[in-house]
Antibody, heavy 118, light 111 residues
């Protein structure tokens, strides 16, 4: 059974940093691109970032480019999202999902809440 | 950038009746490899999203056959043949042909 377990969310002040993790199991992690999607309170889904199977290619939404960094540790089957210079508008539940754009989204994590506020 | 436009944004339905959600893209979603990477997701209240349909019309494992997807090019539709109470939630289309873009979401509720 595929499982994706996010962690690392919390409360942070504007300008602060957080690192999200997504522990994957139940599939061969190195065979799949991985994606982060977020959902602000009461709002729709917003694609944030994605990473290729090997980690050699990364992709970012304009709203986070230059502030967020996606990475993966294949040996630990874990996906990461380093978030710097956080803003109030980054407040959201962050989901990791299996797949890139072509095969996106057959499995999602339960999400982790990030709150940016002073 | 691709813009995905769903309609309606709110859809009150009667149990047992059909429902239909439209999704239009600002440009063709046909990839150079011949595939069309248009997917549909369901998000029930308080839950993570769940994929229902991939590449326009392919149902994911475990998805009831009352859900169907159709369309081509820039116009796509998700249909529920007979709405059940468990279908309440928000439905999103998403294109994966040119990066990633979600539609705004359509809230399905029971009348």
């Amino acid at each position: 059974e595929v499982q994706l377990l996010e962690s690392g969310g919390g409360f942070v002040q504007p300008g602060g940093s957080l690192r999200l993790s997504c522990a994957a199991s139940g599939f061969t992690f190195s065979n799949y691109a991985m994606t982060w999607v977020r959902q602000a309170p009461g709002k729709g889904l917003e694609w944030v970032s994605a990473i290729s199977e090997s980690g050699g290619r990364t992709f970012y939404a304009d709203s986070v480019r230059g502030r967020f960094t996606i990475s993966r540790d294949i040996s630990k089957s874990t996906l990461f999202l380093q978030m710097n210079s956080l803003r109030a508008e980054d407040t959201a539940v962050y989901y990791c999902a299996k797949g890139g754009s072509y095969d996106f989204g057959d499995n999602w994590g339960q999400g982790t809440l990030v709150t940016v506020s002073s | 950038d691709i813009v995905m436009t769903q309609s309606p944004l709110s859809l009150p339905v009667t149990l047992g009746q059909p429902a239909s959600i439209s999704c239009r893209s600002s440009q063709s979603l046909v990839h150079s490899d011949g595939n069309t990477y248009l997917h549909w997701f369901q998000q029930r209240p308080g839950q993570s999203p769940r994929r229902l349909i991939y590449k326009v019309s392919n149902r994911d494992s475990g998805v009831p056959d009352r859900f169907s997807g159709s369309g081509s090019g820039t116009d796509f539709t998700l249909k529920i043949s007979r709405v059940e109470a468990e279908d309440v939630g928000v439905y999103y289309c998403m294109q994966g042909t040119h990066g990633w873009t979600f539609g705004q979401g359509t809230k399905v509720e029971i009348k």
